[in-house]
Nanobody
Framework: VQLQASGGGLVQAGGSLRLSCVVP????????MGWYRQGPGNQRDLVAL???????NYVDSVEGRFTISRDNAKNTVYLQMNSLKPEDTAVYYC???????????????WGQGTLVTVSS
């Protein structure tokens, strides 16, 4: 399963972007979904998570500025990013823990990454 992320781009500091990530195809069950990011020379770090029931968790640096949400009917997770800062510049990856078929075990899948660049 290849998740499909979109919505990255170039924005000035203080601006906003909305990322989307679709899980394509017919999926038996999607559990937790999340967004991670990897800045230049850095490891891939967690940004935000949302459970199947809608509970959310954020890294401290984005708390109050970013909002993660999901549309279960569309198998899509979103990341609304407001008050963007240059240090938010990174490639953003979506992740989903899902069970593709009822007889499969749950596994983690990744999107291809979408670049967010915040200019000062």
């Amino acid at each position: 399963v290849q998740l499909q992320a979109s919505g990255g781009g170039l924005v000035q500091a203080g601006g906003s972007l909305r990322l989307s990530c679709v899980v394509p195809g017919s999926i038996f069950k999607i559990n937790q979904m999340g967004w991670y990011r990897q800045g230049p020379g850095n490891q891939r770090d967690l940004v935000a998570l949302i459970t199947g029931s809608g509970s959310t968790n954020y890294v401290d640096s984005v708390e109050g500025r970013f909002t993660i949400s999901r549309d279960n009917a569309k198998n899509t997770v979103y990341l609304q990013m407001n008050s963007l800062k240059p240090e938010d510049t990174a490639v953003y990856y979506c992740n989903a823990n899902l069970q593709a078929r009822s007889y499969y075990v749950s596994q983690n899948y990744w999107g291809q990454g979408t670049l967010v660049t915040v200019s000062s």
